[in-house]
């Protein structure tokens, strides 16, 4: 292993264990207006081959799902609702994402017309990368009534 590998590695597991530990606080102080979503892309439906490397897998275009998984906090008990959102030909980029956030905002909205505050978390792959999401998400705020987003 080189040096770089190793450097990154490490780097890899610091952020592990710091989002690991926010999260956890997220969780343990989730008002009844608040709600933590997290974010994935699943494989897609259908691999090519048997096995296929997830590396060779990635951004191809097929089927793909990506779930959202919201939790609230009621009363005293953590609450878990999940969105999956399932595309055909469609890209794993920001602007798809950014438009499932949206679509899964309106959902918990109108399920719950108190929230006013969400927490993202996603694993950082190239199609979380915030600045463009949130600049967008920020302008589909009004037609979800969210009035403070914290990443």
């Not at 608040?34 to 097929?62: C, N, S």
Request: aromatic share 10%; with cysteine.
């Amino acid at each position: 292993m080189s040096g770089k590998q190793i450097s990154a590695w490490h780097s890899h597991c610091t952020r592990t264990v710091h989002q690991d530990t926010t999260k956890q606080d997220v969780l343990s102080n989730l008002k009844p207006n608040e709600v933590l979503v997290i974010m994935d892309w699943a494989m897609k439906f259908i691999p090519f081959l048997h096995r296929e490397k997830q590396a060779d897998f990635f951004e191809k275009k097929g089927m793909s799902w990506h779930f959202a998984c919201a939790v609230t906090k009621p009363t005293d008990q953590l609450e878990l609702k999940c969105y999956i959102h399932i595309l055909d030909d469609g890209v794993q980029g920001w602007f798809t994402v950014a438009n499932i956030l949206s679509d899964v905002m309106v959902a918990l909205k109108k399920q719950n017309p108190m929230l006013t505050c969400a927490f993202l978390k996603s694993d950082n792959a190239g199609c979380y990368h915030w600045f463009i999401a949130c600049i967008y998400t920020g302008s589909e705020s009004e037609r979800c009534s969210n009035t403070n987003q914290t990443v």
